[in-house]
Structure formats: structure tokens, C-alpha cells
């Protein structure tokens, strides 16, 4: 199951137990006004009248049932608001397992730099030595609302280097994630080549390995890979080498501790 379908199911589930809620709801309001519905409305409790007691019964069992309604309505708006959540998590995000991870981000970063070719553009216009009008013009072509064009250029208001310099960091943020997503994506397809199902990468300069499996393995495989040290990271299990478990070597049909290979 991907990032992006556990999402889901966990999206499924708040909309589903907020409409139960909901439902719980309006059963225990419907409950309580059903309950003093005999009642005429702004009658007192008449003290010492032989209604007294099932009129004080009535009002403490409809209070009841209104205060679970109340409950279940503050749990349903819990829910609802945590569904909203995985919603805007799921139309914003590109996770790294999503299957058009690479063409998103790849289209992300062509994004960025068109951004900060338009800011670099944006400076030099409103340094040269144009006119006003001019200026505006050539903004307005860059795809500056005229408004605003004419509003820097009075104002001389360049591009601020910090914007410049955020818009870089989240270029070269996305150029290595978009690296990291390839290496991931190249070592699940070794994986899905490889005769077992299974590959092992030596990471450079250390003695630990990567173990990437072309399906979920068992959950008995992923408990002894937890128990011998080994942490998801990235689509594969990193952990060191002397310590891979008993159970993947047999997958692997390795018998000594020796003979791992990339």
C-alpha cells in the first residue's frame, strides 16, 4: 500500500466515523425533546403534585441525552476536521512513492526556475535606464499585473534577495528529493528484476546496507529487521551489515554472514 493510498483509508475512516457521530447526534437530541415533548412548554415543576417526580425524572434523562448529543457533536467536528486535513495533505503533497512522483516535482522545479528567471528579469528592468513607461511595459510582459508593475517602478522596488534566495533553496530542496526519488525508484525496480525479490545495496564509506524488497515482505520479516537494528528510510530497510536477520538471508539463500553481495 502506498503513502498516498493509506492516506486515503485513513480519510475514509474520519469521514466514516464522523457521519456516525453526526448520526449519534441527532439521535440523542431527537431522544431528549421526544422525552419532555408531554411537557408544555415554560411548565414549572409543580412541588408536591404527584407530577413532580416524573417531571424532574423527564428533565434529568432529557439533559442526559442532550449532553451525549453534545458529545457526539464536538466528535464528529474532531473528525470532520481531521478529514479536511488528510484532504489538503493528499491535493498538496507529492509523495515519493506516488507513481507520477518524478514528473511532478521534475515539473515543480521548471516552475521555480521560470520564477527566478522572471525575478532576476524583474531586477535588471527596474535598474536599467528605461523610462517609467517602459519599465511597466516590460513587466507587464513578464507577466506582472500592470497595477503592481506600476507600483514597483514608482516605488523602485526591486525584488527582495531574500525571496530570491527562498526560491533557490526550495529549487535545490527539490532537485534532491528528486535524486533521492529516482535512486529509490531505480533500486525498487532491481528489486522486482532480481531473482528473489530482493536487493542489497552497500552504502559508500560504511558498513551498513540497504535491503529493498520488490512487494511488502511478511510482518515476521519486518520484526526481525526491526529487532536487528535495521530503520525504514527512503523505500528501503538501512541497517548494518553483520546484523541482516536470519530470515532475509534465507530469502536471499545466503547461509553465512560473509556472503552478502550488492
Known amino acids: 500500500m502506498t503513502t ?27 431522544t431528549a425533546r421526544q422525552i419532555t415533548e408531554h411537557i408544555p412548554f415554560g411548565q414549572p415543576i409543580m412541588v408536591g403534585h404527584h407530577s413532580e417526580s416524573m417531571h424532574r425524572r423527564a428533565i434529568e434523562r432529557s439533559a ?11 466528535l464528529a467536528k474532531y473528525h470532520e476536521s481531521k478529514a479536511r486535513g488528510l484532504q489538503d495533505q493528499l491535493e498538496r503533497t507529492i509523495f515519493s512513492d506516488d507513481e507520477d512522483a518524478v514528473e511532478r516535482i521534475e ?23 528605461l523610462t517609467a513607461d517602459e519599465k511597466v511595459t516590460e513587466l507587464v510582459k513578464l507577466g506582472f499585473v500592470e497595477e503592481h508593475a506600476k507600483e514597483r517602478v514608482e516605488k523602485n522596488a526591486q525584488i527582495p534577495t531574500y525571496a530570491m534566495t527562498n526560491n533557490n533553496s526550495e529549487i535545490r530542496r527539490l532537485k534532491q528529493r528528486l535524486v533521492s526519488i529516482k535512486a529509490r525508484n531505480a533500486r525498487r525496480e532491481a528489486a522486482e528484476q532480481s531473482e528473489n525479490g530482493i536487493t542489497i545495496t552497500h552504502c559508500t564509506g560504511t558498513a551498513y546496507i540497504e ?6 515482505p511478511d510482518r515476521s520479516i519486518i520484526n526481525d529487521l526491526k529487532t536487528s537494528g535495521f530503520y525504514w528510510r527512503q523505500g528501503s530497510w538501512h541497517g548494518p551489515e553483520t546484523a541482516l536477520p536470519t530470515s532475509v538471508r ?9 556472503e552478502v553481495s550488492e
Open 4 to 30: 498516498r493510498e493509506r492516506l486515503e483509508h485513513k480519510l475514509e475512516k474520519r469521514e466514516e466515523w464522523a457521519a456516525k457521530a453526526s448520526e449519534r447526534c441527532t439521535a440523542e437530541f431527537e
Open 64 to 74: 442526559g441525552h442532550m449532553d451525549k448529543g453534545c458529545e457526539a457533536y464536538n
Open 107 to 129: 515539473a515543480k522545479i521548471a516552475e521555480r526556475e521560470a520564477l527566478q528567471e522572471r525575478y532576476k528579469n524583474a531586477n535588471k528592468i527596474i535598474r536599467s535606464k
Open 211 to 216: 535491503v529493498t524488497f520488490a512487494e511488502k
Open 250 to 258: 534465507t530469502l536471499l539463500g545466503i547461509a553465512g554472514k560473509d
